[in-house]
C-alpha cells in the first residue's frame, strides 16, 4: 500500500487513480445518459409532431465523444495538485472543447431549420428558394466556423490582432470587387424570407409585367405578356415598387357605357339596374355600382363598378367578355342605342362639327 502514497508530480498515486477514476466514470455516465437520452427522444419525435423533440433529439445527437471526454477530465483534474501552466493548458483544451461544441450545436440548429424549410420548398417546387437556401446555409456556416476559428486562436495565445485586420482589410477589398454579386445574393435572401413574391406570381414592375418563372441568386426571371422573358438583378427588383396581382381577393373593374343623347330619360333611368341585374348573373362577378356620371363630348357616359372573385387576369377578361355581350343584347331589346363618335358635314363654309352619335 505504501506504492498508493508515493508521489508522482505533485500528487500521491492514490489521488492520480482517483482522478482517472472519476474521470472515467464520468466519461461512461455521460455517454450512456448520452445514448439512453437520445433514444428515448427519437424514439418520441418518431411518435409526434411536435417539432421541439426533434430538435433535441438532432442537438443530442451532436454531442460528440471528445467534448464529453474534456468535460470528464476536466472534472477528474479537479482533485490533482497542478502547476499554474499545467492547469491552464487543461482549461484551454476545455475551452477548445466546448467552442466546438458550441459551433457544431449552433451549425445543428441552423441545418434543423433550413432542412425543413428546404424540404417544404421542395414540396412546392420552388426550386429557386431550394437553391438560395444552399447559398445561405453555406454563408453561414463560413461565418460561424471563421468565427469559432479566431477564438479558438485567441485562446490558444496565438496574437490574432494582425490576422482580423489582414481579414477585414482583404473582406473589404473582396466586398468592393464583388459588391453588385453580394448585393444581388442578399436581395436573394431576402425575397425568400419576406417573400414579396414567388414562382407563379403575375406581377408589375415599373412598366413591366408578367409571370415570376424563376428567382435565382443573382437574377429573377419574368415572362411578360407578350411572351419574352424579362430579366431582373434582385438587388434592382426590391429597390422598385412590385405590385402583385396574385395577392388579391378580389379585382375592381371599372368600365364605361355611353348611349346617344336622344335616349329618353326613363331609359336612362333604367341603366343602372340592368347593368346591375347583368353582373349578378354572372358567377364570379360581385356589383359595385353605376352612376350616370357624365354628358360626354358625343356621349351620355354611365360608369359601372364591380368586383370579380379571382385575380386571375383571363378570368377577369373572361368575366368582361360576357357582360359586355350582356349589355348590348339587353340594350337591343330595350331599344338603347350605343353611342360611337362621328363627324357631321355642314353646308355653310364646309366646316365639321361633332355629332351626337346619331
Known sequence: MDILNRFFYGNSLKVWLFALGLALVCFLVLITLKKIVGNKTAALARRTANRVDDLIAELIRLARPYFLLAISVYLGSRFLSLPASVRTIID?????GILIQGALWGNGLFEYWRRRLKKQKQEEEDEASVATL???GFLVRLVLWTTVLIILLENLGVNITALVAGLGVGGIAVALAVQNILGDLFASMSILLDKPFVTGDFITVDNFMGN???VGLKTTRIRSLSGEQLVFA????LESRIRNYQRMEER???F?????Y???AEKLAAIPGMVREIIDAQELARFGRSHFWSFGTFSLDFENVYYVRSPDYDTYMDVQHAINLAVCRRFQEEGIELAHPAQTALADGGSFATDSGK
Open 92 to 96: 484551454k483544451i476545455v475551452i477548445a
Open 134 to 136: 444552399t447559398a445561405l
Open 212 to 214: 415570376v418563372e424563376h
Open 234 to 237: 434582385n438587388s434592382d427588383l
Open 252 to 254: 375592381r373593374i371599372v
Open 256 to 260: 364605361t357605357v355611353k348611349v346617344v
Open 262 to 264: 336622344n335616349t329618353p
